[in-house]
């Protein structure tokens, strides 16, 4: 499974995908959250993520 994260200014939204032999990729899980400690409680604690993709525009000053 991977794991899409898409750092905004406001929100980080993720995703979980899988891929299934028979029909390509599919979405097993998605969301958004306002803070990292947010994100964290929200990803299902079921799924074994083999990789990761992350993107940010993210300001430097909503990370400290």
């Known amino acids: 499974m991977i794991l899409e994260l898409d750092a905004g200014n406001s929100q ?3 995703r979980i995908l ?5 029909t ?6 998605q ?3 306002a803070t990292l400690n ?3 409680s929200s990803l299902p ?3 074994v993520i083999s990789s990761a993709r ?3 525009v993210r300001a430097d ?3 400290q």
């Open 18 to 22: 899988t891929m299934p032999q028979d």
């Open 12 to 14: 980080i939204k993720w």
């Open 61 to 63: 000053s909503t990370l």
């Open 38 to 40: 947010a994100l964290q």
């Open 45 to 47: 604690l079921d799924l």
């Open 54 to 56: 992350a993107c940010s």
């Open 24 to 29: 390509g990729i599919e979405v097993a899980a």
């Open 31 to 33: 969301g958004k959250s």
